[in-house]
């Protein structure tokens, strides 16, 4: 492969203004739409050393086969610009966005003679005021059910009204009391009208006014001794507090703003989008996104952002996000310009605003890893999965049995290894191992080690595992052909086949070249070369097989990257999970050595430090200031300590 692309243009022919710039294949397909405030700068970038690009970078522009560019006036058109592109052109290498769901809305019929309520999922309805999303149809019904006691508009259908203003008989739901709009006959146009305009300022947050109002009319109707109309506000009262405590009071009850929470990996993310209105959260929203190329946690904001309130009507005057993106100022710019008032992007950093977004990231972190989940436990993705890699890999069959190892260690001491077993693949959390390796020198010798350990099973089929007891047989001793059953007959008892005794397909290492060798050499040494074997480099995800000088690149979507990527996680997590239960272990057996030190001491002084490391560099007066400890007791801890 040429280092240089044959369509970079020529030093100097791409100018240095603000802009909007297309990759296309020879198709003529858009590949790709970026923005840019400098052209020139932004796209040398894409035209550096092919070696040095990110992999997936790296096949776009080697799909390519030319880049264009539009000049504009200033950074907020081409904000513009880039978005209208990526809508019309879809192109595959910029985010792709799916849904969890479609989420319904309750819109306000805003356009109609005599507006109404409705669930609906369609974001189009002209004229419409929407509020949502909700995450489920009965959480909008209820919504509306209390809403429609406080402020009584109409819900009926279209053709419902048409008939019940013409003939001038009131609709089917005004007559049982469900329907407030002029066909009930309660009230007028006009009348209706101003409870509607109640109904959406109360929806976009004016709590505080009307529960202030009604709580002052109820009091002088019942002075008055309206005892009528003072229940009639009581009802209203109580219908209003219902809906408020169906919505927690987050942020300050005058705040307005959509609060932006977002995980991500390589290759996905996961957005967890709250509407936040009169300081609470009035609706959540759920996205994930595929990512193509690599980008960075900053223009990852910006797509979002360009994502949420492209057709937008509702724009907040605050928006809370992770991180600013670089085009911040534009952004705003371009909010305004759909708000009609200032709009500010902000990042939480301390308070309840700082304490929501923890809250956001946390629902967007187990929404992510339930998307990817879900991808490897279907059935079908699972096949395929298997399938995809045998292909990629050139193995013989599908690997219905895949063991993953990871190395994990504390600035190279505590070295311990983990194997997690995923079987038709799922995984086989009864057949995890782990294990401790004493003496290392660096990781690929750890793998080394720890592979002859593991392999060295196979060849020892017939020795029972040591947590698995005797069985009997499954099937009972041989019926003779009369019949009878000779019950001097012997019962000979069978050892099930050790589950580390059975050959994996496929063994999978974390890490890359190196790590992918030491594997291989293991599986030479112990003479189980049909084993196949391969690595996944975490920060390119690529996959790396023994002797080949460049990865395999699996497509980022492929059910097969998300399985391995699945297993490499697994195993992580599981050697972590090993690591520092060993450490806990270690420090409370040295402990426990200190005249005097029992196990509920030894619990305080952990928790009250936080590390052990803290613990190990602590003078004994700081010691000493732990609940429970002594002076001599805290001089006999740091004695001890410092001479392990």
């Given at each position: 492969m040429?280092?240089?692309?044959?369509y970079?243009?020529r030093?100097?022919?791409i100018?240095t203004?603000?802009?909007?710039y297309?990759f296309?294949?020879?198709?003529g397909r858009v590949?790709?739409v970026?923005?840019?405030?400098n052209?020139?700068q932004?796209?040398?970038n894409?035209?550096?050393?092919l070696?040095?690009?990110h992999e997936?970078?790296?096949?776009m522009?080697t799909?390519?086969?030319?880049?264009e560019?539009?000049?504009v006036?200033?950074?907020?058109?081409?904000?513009?610009?880039?978005y209208?592109w990526?809508?019309?052109f879809?192109p595959p290498?910029?985010?792709r966005y799916?849904?969890?769901k479609?989420y319904?809305f309750m819109a306000?019929?805003?356009?109609?003679?005599?507006?109404?309520?409705?669930?609906?999922?369609?974001?189009?309805?002209?004229?419409?005021r929407?509020?949502?999303p909700?995450?489920?149809v009965?959480?909008?019904?209820?919504?509306i059910d209390?809403?429609?006691?406080?402020?009584?508009i109409?819900?009926?259908?279209?053709s419902?009204?048409?008939?019940?203003?013409q003939?001038?008989?009131?609709?089917f739901?005004g007559?049982?009391?469900?329907?407030g709009g002029?066909c009930s006959?309660?009230?007028t146009?006009?009348e209706h009208?101003a409870?509607?305009?109640?109904f959406?300022?109360f929806?976009?947050?004016g709590?505080?006014?009307f529960?202030?109002?009604l709580?002052?009319?109820?009091l002088?109707?019942s002075?008055?001794?309206?005892y009528?109309?003072?229940?009639?506000?009581?009802?209203?009262?109580?219908?209003i507090?219902?809906?408020?405590?169906?919505?927690?009071l987050?942020?300050?009850?005058?705040?307005?703003a959509d609060?932006?929470g977002?995980?991500?990996?390589?290759?996905?993310?996961?957005?967890q989008h709250?509407?936040?209105?009169?300081?609470?959260?009035?609706?959540?929203?759920?996205l994930?996104?595929?990512?193509?190329?690599d980008?960075?946690?900053?223009?990852?904001?910006?797509q979002?952002?360009?994502?949420?309130?492209?057709?937008?009507?509702?724009?907040?005057?605050r928006i809370i996000?992770?991180?600013?993106?670089?085009?911040a100022?534009?952004?705003?710019?371009?909010?305004?310009?759909?708000?009609?008032?200032?709009?500010?992007?902000?990042?939480?950093?301390?308070?309840?605003?700082?304490?929501?977004m923890r809250?956001?990231?946390?629902?967007?972190q187990?929404?992510?890893?339930?998307?990817?989940t879900?991808?490897?436990?279907?059935?079908?993705?699972r096949t395929?999965?298997?399938?995809d890699?045998?292909?990629a890999?050139?193995?013989s069959?599908?690997?219905?049995?895949?063991?993953c190892?990871?190395i994990?260690?504390l600035?190279?001491?505590?070295?311990?290894?983990?194997?997690?077993?995923?079987?038709?693949?799922?995984?086989?959390?009864?057949?995890?191992?782990?294990?401790n390796?004493?003496?290392?020198?660096?990781?690929?010798?750890?793998?080394y080690?720890v592979?002859r350990r593991?392999l060295?099973?196979?060849?020892?089929?017939?020795e029972?595992?040591?947590?698995?007891?005797?069985?009997?047989?499954?099937?009972p001793p041989?019926?003779p052909?009369?019949?009878e059953?000779?019950?001097?007959a012997?019962?000979?008892?069978v050892k099930?086949k050790?589950?580390?005794?059975?050959p994996?397909?496929?063994?999978?290492?974390?890490?890359?070249q190196p790590?992918?060798?030491?594997?291989a050499?293991a599986?030479?040494?112990?003479?189980h070369?049909?084993i196949?074997?391969?690595?996944?480099?975490?920060?390119?995800?690529?996959?790396?097989?023994?002797g080949?000088d460049?990865?395999?690149?699996?497509?980022?979507?492929?059910?097969?990257l998300?399985l391995?990527?699945?297993?490499?996680?697994?195993?992580?997590r599981?050697a972590?999970?090993h690591?520092?239960?060993?450490?806990r272990?270690?420090i409370?057996?040295?402990?426990?050595?200190?005249?005097?030190?029992?196990?509920?001491?030894?619990?305080?002084l952990?928790?009250h430090?936080?590390s052990?490391?803290?613990l190990?560099?602590?003078?004994?007066?700081e010691?000493?200031?732990?609940?429970?400890?002594?002076?001599?007791?805290?001089?006999n801890?740091?004695?001890?300590?410092?001479t392990r």
């Amino acid at each position: 492969m040429a280092d240089v692309l044959a369509y970079k243009p020529r030093p100097g022919e791409i100018p240095t203004n603000p802009g909007v710039y297309r990759f296309r294949d020879a198709d003529g397909r858009v590949l790709y739409v970026g923005k840019a405030k400098n052209l020139r700068q932004r796209l040398s970038n894409y035209f550096a050393p092919l070696r040095t690009l990110h992999e997936r970078t790296r096949r776009m522009v080697t799909t390519a086969a030319s880049v264009e560019w539009t000049v504009v006036p200033t950074d907020v058109d081409s904000l513009q610009l880039e978005y209208m592109w990526i809508k019309e052109f879809d192109p595959p290498f910029n985010v792709r966005y799916k849904d969890d769901k479609s989420y319904p809305f309750m819109a306000v019929t805003l356009g109609d003679e005599a507006p109404r309520v409705i669930v609906t999922r369609n974001r189009k309805i002209p004229g419409a005021r929407y509020f949502g999303p909700y995450p489920k149809v009965w959480a909008v019904h209820e919504t509306i059910d209390l809403m429609v006691k406080a402020f009584p508009i109409r819900t009926c259908s279209d053709s419902s009204y048409k008939r019940a203003m013409q003939t001038g008989r009131p609709c089917f739901p005004g007559q049982i009391g469900k329907c407030g709009g002029p066909c009930s006959m309660t009230v007028t146009i006009a009348e209706h009208r101003a409870m509607v305009d109640d109904f959406v300022a109360f929806m976009s947050g004016g709590d505080e006014r009307f529960t202030r109002e009604l709580t002052t009319r109820m009091l002088a109707a019942s002075a008055a001794m309206d005892y009528e109309a003072a229940a009639k506000y009581r009802d209203k009262l109580t219908a209003i507090e219902a809906v408020l405590g169906k919505s927690a009071l987050v942020l300050a009850s005058d705040e307005d703003a959509d609060l932006f929470g977002i995980a991500e990996d390589e290759l996905a993310a996961a957005v967890q989008h709250f509407v936040i209105r009169g300081g609470r959260v009035r609706g959540v929203r759920a996205l994930t996104i595929e990512k193509e190329i690599d980008i960075s946690g900053a223009d990852l904001v910006d797509q979002v952002l360009q994502r949420a309130y492209g057709d937008a009507q509702d724009v907040p005057r605050r928006i809370i996000v992770p991180s600013l993106p670089d085009d911040a100022a534009e952004l705003e710019v371009w909010l305004r310009e759909r708000r009609g008032k200032k709009v500010e992007i902000a990042v939480a950093q301390r308070g309840q605003r700082a304490d929501l977004m923890r809250t956001a990231t946390l629902n967007a972190q187990q929404a992510l890893i339930r998307y990817k989940t879900r991808r490897t436990s279907d059935y079908v993705a699972r096949t395929q999965a298997l399938t995809d890699l045998q292909d990629a890999l050139g193995m013989s069959e599908a690997p219905l049995r895949i063991e993953c190892f990871d190395i994990s260690h504390l600035g190279g001491t505590n070295v311990v290894a983990s194997m997690v077993v995923f079987e038709d693949g799922l995984p086989r959390k009864d057949q995890y191992r782990s294990f401790n390796i004493p003496e290392t020198t660096d990781d690929t010798d750890s793998m080394y080690q720890v592979l002859r350990r593991r392999l060295a099973y196979l060849d020892r089929p017939d020795e029972a595992d040591d947590r698995l007891p005797t069985v009997p047989p499954a099937v009972p001793p041989a019926v003779p052909v009369s019949g009878e059953i000779d019950l001097d007959a012997e019962v000979v008892e069978v050892k099930r086949k050790p589950r580390f005794a059975y050959p994996p397909q496929l063994l999978l290492v974390d890490g890359g070249q190196p790590q992918v060798e030491a594997a291989a050499r293991a599986l030479r040494d112990v003479g189980h070369t049909e084993i196949a074997v391969c690595g996944i480099a975490k920060r390119l995800e690529e996959i790396w097989l023994p002797g080949e000088d460049f990865p395999v690149i699996l497509p980022r979507t492929s059910e097969s990257l998300y399985l391995l990527q699945r297993l490499r996680d697994e195993a992580h997590r599981f050697a972590i999970t090993h690591q520092r239960k060993r450490r806990r272990n270690d420090i409370s057996s040295v402990l426990s050595e200190v005249p005097g030190l029992g196990a509920s001491r030894i619990k305080v002084l952990l928790k009250h430090f936080g590390s052990v490391t803290a613990l190990r560099s602590a003078a004994p007066s700081e010691i000493e200031e732990v609940q429970g400890i002594g002076p001599v007791l805290a001089q006999n801890i740091h004695t001890h300590l410092s001479t392990r």
